[in-house]
Structures are given as structure tokens and as C-alpha cells.
């Protein structure tokens, strides 16, 4: 992540805009699909209405962390640090953002 982007509050779209990926620590727990399901029906009630939290996956790294892919699960090196952020805090929140996406730009059966 550069230094423009460094203490700021941004968008999804501004981080995919500039080329930036999302991964998450490799320690954090597994998903509940109930805690997903949940946070999908807030979302769709409410928006989302608290931020995530992220670092610079490269601090991640060199703080000795290990950080994956947040859709393939695959260990980051720190070559490819540059491309990505990490969620700190919010990963139940951007996987039910992420099922919402889906279920809203997916083709319907009847297609």
C-alpha cells in the first residue's frame, strides 16, 4: 500500500482501483457460517455501518505475520506484499459482503 493511501479512510473501490488485493492473517479463525449469515442480513437491513480495520500487508510480513489470499487461501511472500492489504479486524463482515456480491451480480436461474 503506498504512502497516499496510508491513514485514511477508503472505499473497496478506491483499493481495487489502485491494483490492491485483500488477504487476512493466516491465525485468524474460521468462518461461521451463522456469524456470516448474520452479518449478511445486517448488511442488507443496514449497509455497512462499521469499518474494517487494515494494514500494509508488507508491515504484516516484516512484523513476522503470515498473511494469505482472502479468496484462495494462498500464503502471500513478501515479493508480492505490495499488491495487498490485510484485514485486521472484519473478516466475517467482508466474506458476507463478498456472498452479497455474488448473489446480487450472479445471473438468475431463469437466464
Known amino acids: 500500500m503506498t504512502e497516499e493511501l496510508a491513514l485514511q479512510v477508503l472505499t473497496l473501490a478506491v483499493l481495487a482501483s489502485k491494483g490492491i488485493k485483500i488477504a487476512r492473517l493466516s491465525g485468524n479463525r474460521k468462518f461461521d457460517e451463522k456469524v456470516v ?38 500464503i502471500i511472500s513478501a515479493a508480492d ?26 445471473p438468475s436461474p431463469r437466464d
Do not use: W
Open 37 to 74: 449469515k448474520s452479518k449478511m442480513k445486517s448488511m442488507k437491513k443496514n449497509g455497512m455501518l462499521v469499518p474494517a480495520i487494515i494494514v500494509d500487508a508488507k508491515e504484516a510480513i516484516k512484523a513476522g505475520l503470515e498473511i494469505v489470499d482472502f479468496g484462495t487461501g494462498e
Open 81 to 106: 506484499a505490495e499488491y495487498y492489504v490485510v484485514l485486521v479486524d472484519a473478516n466475517h463482515r467482508y466474506q458476507a459482503h463478498l456472498n452479497l456480491c455474488l448473489l446480487y451480480t450472479s
